[in-house]
């Protein structure tokens, strides 16, 4: 079984501040392909920052991009996983949470981030071995 740390190994760390604008952190995740940013303060995790954000709690409302605060629309009811869970752990916390990033943290401290992609990844690669040694 994958933990997150394996996940994690070799990886950039993608965040932004809690005082970047809407339009700062669209620009970075379009620059970065990624679909969810975890917005930080120093090194603590405080909140994530998705597309669905963007649609939503901006552009549904009428909001300016560049005049909106990231800390002002981003969501802060987070679900975390921990460098020592399964990638299975995490899939059921990301079902149950119907959410598809989660944030990898120590303590408070944000350690990188998965997507439902990454550990979908890995399950397809765990399924093959284990059809291969049945065959």
Known sequence: MTSVKQLLANRS????????????????MAKNNIGAVP???GTRLIGIF????VINRVIAK???PTATRV????TT?????STDETHEDCLKKMKQANCRHLPVV?????????S???????????MGDKIQFLH
């Open 116 to 126: 439902v992609r990454d550990l979908l990844d890995v399950e397809i690669h765990e």
């Open 39 to 41: 917005v930080v303060d």
């Open 13 to 28: 760390l993608f965040a932004v501040e809690r005082d970047s604008t809407v339009q700062a952190a669209a620009e970075y």
């Open 106 to 114: 120590e303590g408070d401290s944000l350690i990188g981030i998965i």
């Open 71 to 74: 800390a002002d629309v981003m």
């Open 77 to 81: 009811d987070l679900v975390v996983a």
């Open 62 to 64: 009428r909001l300016s």
């Open 50 to 53: 998705s597309e669905r954000d």
